[in-house]
């Protein structure tokens, strides 16, 4: 961390003026002389901080001054990026909590409908396999349309992969309760494999499909469906 003496700061935030960042409102030195610097808030719809290259062809700034505007920009681009993380967590995550509670329930709804077949007589097999496929359908479609959120959630983290804060601290700083949901890594979402969600309910469905031809098959009901 850049340090500074007290009676140094003022000479050298007077001579870095013109090297400024626009959010910059003050810098002071602690206990420690560590420089302390205060901004305005970001929002992270600025555009990402730039370093002043000319700063460093400056002749008239001192040894300080350029360590001093290398130190203002390292904390503006930290305040800047923390800032455009949450806002694009925000902004990716803006219907996923209605999202994924329909497919929490849908696929509620699906297993539950598996799970009767079992006690139902013959009479009414036909008619719940029918309400079992639109079900799945349902929940299938659900988990497509989550896992296109998930996407836009992992494209999020992993375009701040490199941002001095978690995931888990993001998310909270968000506000964004993620506790429930399943959000995959980039290579999750790569376009031969679905999606992690839709994976597993095709898979279920797979899974139910394949039991309903067994139980049609050793019951002589060649044609359940």
């Known amino acids: 961390m850049t340090t500074i003496s007290a009676g140094d700061l003022d000479r050298v935030v007077a001579e870095a003026r013109a090297y400024q960042h626009p959010h910059f409102t003050g810098a002071s030195a602690d206990r420690f002389n560590r420089l302390v610097f205060t901004f305005r808030s970001f929002t992270g719809a600025e555009e990402e901080p730039q370093r002043p290259l000319y700063a460093w062809k400056d002749e008239s700034l001192t040894p300080e001054s350029r360590r001093f505007i290398d130190a203002q920009y390292d904390e503006a681009i930290h305040l800047w990026r923390q800032a455009a993380y949450n806002a694009a967590l925000k902004n990716a995550t803006r219907d996923a909590e209605g999202q994924w509670d329909a497919y929490a329930r849908a ?105 309903l031809r067994t139980v049609a098959a050793l019951s002589g009901d060649r044609n359940p469906a």
């Open 107 to 211: 696929l509620a709804v699906m297993e539950d409908i598996f799970t009767s077949m079992d006690s139902k007589p013959d009479t009414h097999w036909r008619a719940t396999v029918s309400q079992l496929v639109n079900a799945q359908k349902t929940a299938l479609d659900a988990a497509i349309t989550w896992d296109h959120t998930g996407r836009a959630i992992s494209a999020v983290n992993d375009n701040f992969r490199y941002s001095a804060y978690s995931r888990t601290e993001m998310y909270e700083a968000a506000g964004i309760d993620v506790s429930q949901w399943v959000i995959g890594d980039s290579y999750d979402y790569e376009a031969f494999r679905g999606g992690p969600v839709t994976r597993e309910v095709q898979k279920r469905i797979d899974a139910q499909r394949e039991h």
